[in-house]
């Protein structure tokens, strides 16, 4: 998912806290929204570099 979507994600979801009221839960699900991206990145480059390195050793 690219950063536009969780913009856009992150503003459905402020609006909708706005009516409901829940604000701190809006801010709980950033927070968790980003710990889960770094940990998504952080998983595709240890991915790719292992990809990598296997590559070059069966060459």
């Known amino acids: ?11 459905i979801l402020g609006i909708v806290a ?3 009221g829940e604000i701190v839960t809006f801010f709980m699900l ?3 929204l980003i710990a ?3 940990i998504n990145s952080t998983l595709k ?4 570099q292992n990809n ?3 590559n070059n050793e069966d060459k």
Request: net charge positive.
């Open 52 to 54: 990598e390195r296997s």
């Open 36 to 38: 889960l991206n770094n």
């Open 1 to 11: 998912m690219s950063n536009w979507l969780y913009i856009l994600y992150a503003v």
């Open 18 to 20: 706005m009516f409901t």
């Open 30 to 32: 950033g927070v968790i």
């Open 45 to 48: 480059k240890i991915y790719l």
